[in-house]
């Protein structure tokens, strides 16, 4: 029932995109927003599918082509850390290698009480502060390894 | 309309917004208050100054002194003693003092003076939230000139004659690429605006947007009256809220305003913009994968020709143009084209947005005449390098772009010169590195970017990149030879002429620059050596480079 009723709700969140030209990944920008887990389900892709009327397949390669979909489950908040070359050069490595051991994770994992799940990224624009990561839709930058208990802490 | 004595100018731009501008502003509101010196003083939010290192900053004006990496109690000293009592905070101040104390003007510091700012000329000066801002800062005139006196055809041969070339990082004459669209058959066409900003060192887009969206709005108005187009489409990618948030108030006031919609300005030109989020994939700056990206699809570049200027959104012409390239548009129906063509280089005119980023002084977002010396700019504008260290190599043009080294620091900063080192303008990201770093290292981690993000259509990029990087990572270890040196520079030539697009065709630039500048340090790895002891040699160092 709960499923159902889930399943109702999402299809009227991405009825207005389907006329909209482009609209496929608005409703997909849509479903992950809503999700608690920050991820698209199976669940929700064949139900885009259904409402575009395009193949499953289609709905499924334009997901993973961009990074910021995952169809898998995440954290309550998402790290992504820069480890492009700007960000490389003053230190993104120890940055990550920190966060990894504070968390007790890998690139790509989520912490065991599901509040984190750290990912690196390529560069984040910001790189006049380089080294630098986002916490969701925050940014931090000038990163030091002392920085970053405070930063976690700002998460719960 | 009030007048206030003096006015508090705080940079809201992205990289000072980490900082805490935020409390900052807060903090300097309410001790303006506690003062009373709510109905003397103002306190503006602008874009960015610039200075991102130095972050939070602001301007006091009259007198234009700028106080830098602020915390919410240095605020309160500067209301109470500069606001108040008019006495300078000297501890805070970015900028020296003459023999009697007087201020020199923040133009006149090193970093600003060297500056030639078009692009940015309201960066920081204006508050990006309010059109009145920019109306009064001359915005929209340009807009209203061309509706008014010039047809679309003098729009484009004035941006023609003005020499303008795309921003974006391939150089293209951007008044060729409006004539091609203009003459192009279609019912619909359509202004893109390129601000799916992703090279590695590049943040110009976001701080352009952020700092004064409504130069991209005009920008593009123009763009649509030359090659006739009533729709335009700001592709921004998906992690640069702050500027798509400002776009998209921007694209609102400028319709309350009758400067978007039917009939802008009374006249029979309608055009309209919209703005369209991007998810997060580095291959959509290409213009055609931009384009599959906002039709819904995997942004998967297209095969050319077509070219979007006859095949573009939705199969109609389409110009794409870059946030820089655009910005540069009012000024010069404005100025002219001549006053444009004073700027710069015979091949190159205008100026040029740079982001220093890496081991430099002066990290952040500057705007210099095209043909300025990389040496100028680090040491001049950029302060130098830090720690006493020396420099080593610079990376012009972002990730795909190349190595230079000290023997290049003379060369002039425009396309032609840099190309023709091995080189290029890019974006304008110059990463800039000291004697601490390893060319083998650093050459690593710019291919691990395109392992990442080529987008697999095509074999030689989507193989190539892969094989380049563990390549590299044999060398690195100390396990590579001369053969693995030869299959490097064959591979490289393989991606550059038979990649799709541009991402696979410059991925190897950064590699075959290293070979060309550096090769006496990638020599020593082959003999097992890495002169800047960073990699890892021997049996542990082969695991990683698996």
């Not at chain 2, 501890?91 to 006149?108: D, F, H, I, K, N």
Request: net charge negative; hydrophobic share 40%.
């Amino acid at each position: 029932m709960a499923e159902r009723q889930a399943n109702f709700s999402h299809r009227q969140m991405i009825l207005p995109f389907v006329d909209q030209p482009g609209g496929l990944l608005k409703a997909l920008h849509a479903l992950q927003n809503a999700s608690l887990d920050h991820f698209l389900a199976p669940s929700d892709l064949k139900l885009v599918a259904e409402v575009f009327g395009v193949p499953e397949a289609k709905v499924w390669g334009t997901v993973t082509f961009y990074s910021l979909y995952s169809t898998s489950p995440r954290g309550r908040h998402i790290i992504r850390v820069c480890e492009s070359a700007p960000c490389y050069v003053v230190g993104a490595m120890d940055i990550l290698k920190s966060l990894g051991a504070m968390l007790n994770v890998q690139p790509g994992e989520t912490t065991s009480d599901g509040r984190f799940t750290l990912e690196v990224a390529s560069c984040l624009g910001v790189c006049g502060v380089a080294p630098a990561l986002m916490v969701n839709m925050d940014v931090h930058g000038n990163l030091t390894r002392d920085k970053l208990a405070a930063i976690l802490a700002e998460y719960a | 309309m009030k007048y206030y004595r003096a006015h508090v100018l705080i940079c809201s731009g992205s990289n000072c917004a980490i900082k805490g501008c935020r409390s900052v502003k807060q903090a300097c509101e309410q001790e303006i208050i506690r003062h009373g010196l709510q109905g003397e003083v103002q306190v503006v939010d602008t874009g960015c100054l610039g200075l991102c290192d130095q972050g939070p900053a602001l301007v006091v004006y009259p007198e234009g002194v700028m106080y830098g990496r602020l915390t919410p109690s240095d605020v309160l000293e500067i209301v109470s003693e500069h606001l108040l009592k008019g006495r300078l905070v000297h501890r805070l101040m970015q900028q020296p003092t003459g023999p009697a104390g007087e201020v020199s003007p923040l133009s006149m510091t090193p970093f600003f003076q060297k500056q030639k700012r078009v692009v940015l000329k309201n960066c920081g000066l204006i508050d990006p939230e309010r059109i009145e801002d920019y109306v009064r800062a001359g915005g929209y005139t340009a807009l209203a000139t061309a509706l008014d006196v010039m047809t679309p055809e003098s729009v484009i041969a004035e941006i023609t004659q003005s020499g303008l070339r795309g921003r974006g990082g391939a150089g293209f004459p951007t008044g060729r690429k409006w004539e091609y669209t203009r003459v192009a058959a279609g019912q619909q066409k359509y202004v893109i605006c390129n601000a799916d900003e992703g090279e590695p060192g590049t943040f110009k887009d976001r701080l352009i947007l952020e700092g004064d969206p409504h130069l991209i709005v005009e920008g593009m108005a123009l763009a649509g009256y030359a090659i006739g187009a009533t729709r335009g489409i700001v592709y921004i990618r998906g992690e640069y809220e702050l500027s798509i948030h400002r776009m998209e108030q921007a694209i609102r006031q400028a319709r309350e305003n009758g400067l978007l919609g039917e009939g802008i300005l009374s006249s029979a030109f309608s055009f309209d913009l919209e703005v369209c989020a991007g998810a997060g994939a580095y291959v959509c700056g290409e213009e055609t994968a931009l384009i599959e990206s906002i039709e819904g699809n995997r942004g998967e570049p297209r095969f050319k020709p077509p070219y979007p200027v006859e095949k573009g959104l939705w199969g109609q012409p389409t110009s794409v143009n870059n946030v820089e390239t655009l910005a540069n548009v009012p000024s010069i129906i404005e100025q002219g084209a001549l006053w444009y063509r004073s700027l710069g280089t015979p091949s190159s005119p205008g100026t040029k947005v740079f982001t220093l980023t890496g081991n430099i002084v002066n990290s952040g977002l500057i705007e210099v005449p095209m043909g300025i010396t990389l040496r100028e700019v680090i040491y001049e504008i950029g302060g130098g390098i830090p720690e006493g260290k020396q420099f080593k190599m610079a990376q012009t043009g972002g990730t795909s772009g190349g190595c230079l080294a000290a023997a290049h620091l003379d060369i002039p900063m425009d396309y032609d010169s840099l190309q023709s080192h091995g080189s290029s303008l890019g974006s304008g990201a110059l990463l800039i590195m000291d004697d601490t770093h390893c060319i083998v290292d650093l050459t690593r981690c710019f291919l691990k970017f395109f392992v990442h993000e080529s987008c697999g259509q095509c074999t030689p990029c989507r193989e190539g990149a892969p094989a380049l990087y563990h390549l590299l990572g044999k060398v690195s270890a100390g396990a590579g030879g001369h053969a693995d040196i030869q299959l490097i520079n064959r591979l490289s030539r393989t991606m550059q002429s038979s990649s799709l697009c541009a991402l696979g065709q410059t991925a190897p630039v950064p590699v075959l620059s290293a070979l060309q500048h550096f090769w006496p340090e990638i020599e020593a790895h082959l003999n097992g050596r890495c002169p800047a002891n960073k990699c890892v040699m021997g049996k542990a160092a082969g695991k990683i480079a698996n």
